[in-house]
């Protein structure tokens, strides 16, 4: 995955395609002193303030016409302490970068999600997650932040300083201010174990609670169209180190999972009638395989097919569910799904907006191709996920209103007196999180 860049004529583009902006201008700070000036001076002039990554998100959570906040030059780790066993980097690090560095002092995140393309700050204001037993999202994962509010000061905040700031802001939606530095508890580095092996959706749906207790991070995909599924599952080993070898990595993971898969994808998209048999067929493609290695280079895996993705968090309970009334949805619609539906877990923790605040919960990603009409296929997905007062993800599609979040998210009006007391005249605001948050 690359990261988006402004086009010519000054409008940004995410990297799914489907959202763009034209900001009155964009700044690059090299300082957090540079940001909060930047801060200051746009509401002097009148203009609303969002920060971006690299543009991975769905939705247009940073989209502006005001001042585009870019923080390509506050990277970097500013500090590792061993003793609380915490890195803290600038915002703007991306996720790859980050995981290579605390490798080579031999630490590791418990749990990150399936890319690593994304910013820290990115990743972690729109609840990026992975799969767990136990361990949960990538912002739960942290311990301290730093953020530059509305009026251009610096406030950092944790457990024990600005607690009721840290409980909202580590998955903030770059509503309550712009994060400049993140505090990450780490551990030792360790080695994780992925059996990855196909298995029948029937099997696989009969058996969720069973895998799920079974191994400390359980995931699977399911092609539409057929009855199969490709499952993954990590746990920690004892070692020794067995990586996929170079030459199996690049025919299964590049060849077959992002050039082949490419291609199906144009094909599918020039004929549509053949997406059933394209699937039939991918999903076989893959075999199982069984390998060791570093937690990052098990988690994450590489995604150069581009596409347009709604994410749901229901009750653990409810996924098996949801996901046969999934599947009988696409068999009777007549609708044509080339991409595998993602399915994956994570433990309740205690971020205000997280997916999983409160609630142990399941996930149930739909993808479809750039370019490739989406609208009837997730409309119906949102129906059936919304009637189990599913979540969705922050940063990927929905059509959920602030009404509507209200009733899922029961701290909702305590994020939201939140804003009202770190940004009251609304610097931070776009039309999303209008729609999300309310005015």
């Not at 992002?258 to 991918?282: D, E």
């Not at 929905?398 to 994020?415: I, K, L, Q, S």
Request: glycine share 8%; hydrophobic share 40%.
């Amino acid at each position: 995955m690359s990261s988006t860049a402004s086009g010519k004529n000054g409008t940004w583009r995410n990297w799914g395609g489907n959202v763009s902006a034209r900001p009155a201008r964009e700044v690059e700070p090299a300082s957090v002193e540079e940001l909060a000036a930047a801060v200051r001076k746009a509401a002097e002039d009148g203009l609303k303030v969002k920060a971006v990554g690299t543009g991975h998100s769905f939705t247009s959570i940073a989209a502006t016409d005001g001042v585009l906040i870019r923080p390509q030059l506050l990277t970097g780790i500013r500090n590792i302490d061993r003793d609380a066993m915490t890195v803290t980097v600038e915002a703007g690090t991306p996720l790859k970068r980050l995981n290579m560095a605390l490798a080579r002092e031999g630490l590791s995140l418990t749990n990150m999600g399936d890319i690593m393309e994304q910013t820290v700050s990115g990743a972690t204001s729109t609840g990026t997650h992975g799969t767990g037993r136990e361990s949960a999202s990538i912002a739960a994962q942290i311990t301290g932040l730093e953020l530059v509010t509305a009026d251009g000061s610096v406030l950092t905040c944790s457990e024990k300083e600005n607690p009721e700031v840290f409980a909202a802001a580590r998955i903030g939606l770059g509503a309550l201010g712009i994060v400049t530095a993140i505090t990450f508890a780490v551990e030792p580095v360790f080695l994780l174990t992925a059996r990855e092996e196909p298995m029948s959706f029937d099997r696989v749906t009969r058996e969720f609670d069973q895998l799920w207790a079974e191994n400390e991070h359980f995931e699977f995909y399911w092609f539409p169209h057929t009855g199969n599924t490709n499952t993954k599952r990590n746990n920690r080993s004892a070692g020794p180190e067995r990586p996929v070898g170079q030459l199996k990595a690049w025919f299964e993971d590049e060849f077959l999972s992002n050039g082949v898969f490419q291609a199906a994808q144009w094909l599918g998209r020039a004929a549509p009638a053949t997406i059933p048999a394209i699937a039939q067929i991918s999903s076989k493609a893959l075999s199982a395989r069984t390998y060791t290695d570093i937690p990052y280079k098990v988690y994450t895996s590489p995604r150069r097919v581009r596409f347009v993705e709604m994410e749901y968090a229901l009750p653990r309970g409810a996924v098996v569910e949801a996901l046969r009334e999934l599947r009988t949805m696409v068999d009777r619609s007549g609708l044509k799904v080339s991409f595998p539906v993602e399915v994956r877990t994570a433990p309740a923790d205690d971020i205000t907006l997280s997916t999983a605040s409160g609630r142990d919960s399941a996930y149930i990603a739909v993808h479809m191709a750039k370019g490739t009409p989406y609208q009837r296929y997730f409309t119906a997905a949102e129906r059936i996920f919304t009637a189990y007062e599913g979540r969705p993800h922050w940063g990927k599609v929905h059509t959920r209103d602030a009404d509507y979040f209200a009733g899922v998210y029961p701290r909702f009006g305590e994020f939201t007196a939140l804003r009202d007391r770190l940004d009251p005249e609304r610097l931070f605001q776009n039309d999303y999180l209008r729609r999300v948050l309310g005015s």
